[in-house]
């Protein structure tokens, strides 16, 4: 049985029999709210392994590097080991979820462009955001180290934007989390799926991602099954 190094909300991580390689195993468990709200998602940890799988070799045909080596089982990637940084960048499209709490802009809301914004990983803290400054002060990401994570977070978007615009869904707006491999290159890693990422169909606007598990929205299984379709059509 491989050594388990690491069980977080979504995944668990396994150790490989090469030091610079991790397993990585998704799971069906669901939380929302900082982890008050639990359940599961049927098949959500296949869905989400598949639709992170597919993107990643998107991203990198288009000068991406990740974290994937390949995909071993219908829930598990082999992964590259990463150094991972302590920060997460959101790139917003539009305006949903905490920005429209904190800033009052209308659920829907397109932006003038882009915006990233970052936030501390630190569940003891339910993961606040911060700003350049307060990166720099607790030195978390060297100043041209975030310059090229902002660089590489917009540049994702414009390739996923335009990769499911094609499929007929709004990429709202999506979580990145990077670290460093081995070698101390620069490499998007985690995931990218419903989890992380806020999907509406283009024609109808229905959320097709974690929304409908957070907010009791129904058809959740389905909303994850739609997106992975339309990720491998």
């Not at 709202?172 to 290159?185: A, C, H, Q, W």
Request: net charge negative; hydrophobic share 40%; aromatic share 8%.
């Amino acid at each position: 049985m491989p050594e388990k190094l690491y069980e977080g909300k979504a995944k668990k991580i396994f150790a490989t029999d090469d030091p610079n390689l991790v397993s990585q195993q998704f799971k069906d468990d669901a939380t929302a709210f900082d982890g008050t709200k639990k359940s599961q998602i049927v098949h959500k940890g296949v869905s989400n392994a598949r639709i992170s799988a597919c993107l990643f070799r998107l991203l990198e045909d288009n000068g991406i590097a990740t974290q994937l080596i390949e995909q071993t089982a219908e829930d598990t990637l082999l992964t590259r080991k990463l150094d991972m940084y302590r920060v997460e960048l959101v790139v917003r499209n539009y305006a949903a979820g905490s920005i429209v709490k904190r800033l009052g802009f209308e659920e829907g809301q397109k932006f003038k462009k882009p915006l990233v914004e970052y936030f501390l990983k630190d569940d003891s803290l339910h993961d606040p955001l911060i700003t350049c400054m307060h990166i720099e002060e607790m030195g978390l990401v060297a100043k041209d180290e975030l310059q090229e994570l902002k660089a590489l977070a917009l540049r994702v978007n414009q390739i996923l934007s335009d990769f499911f615009a094609g499929r007929g869904i709004t990429l709202v707006d999506f979580k990145l989390e990077f670290g460093k491999d081995s070698e101390g290159n620069i490499i998007l890693g985690d995931e990218i799926s419903p989890d992380t990422c806020r999907f509406w169909d283009a024609e109808t606007g229905r959320k097709l991602d974690k929304d409908r598990f957070r907010f009791d929205l129904g058809d959740v299984e389905q909303a994850y099954e739609e997106i992975l379709n339309r990720v491998e059509g």
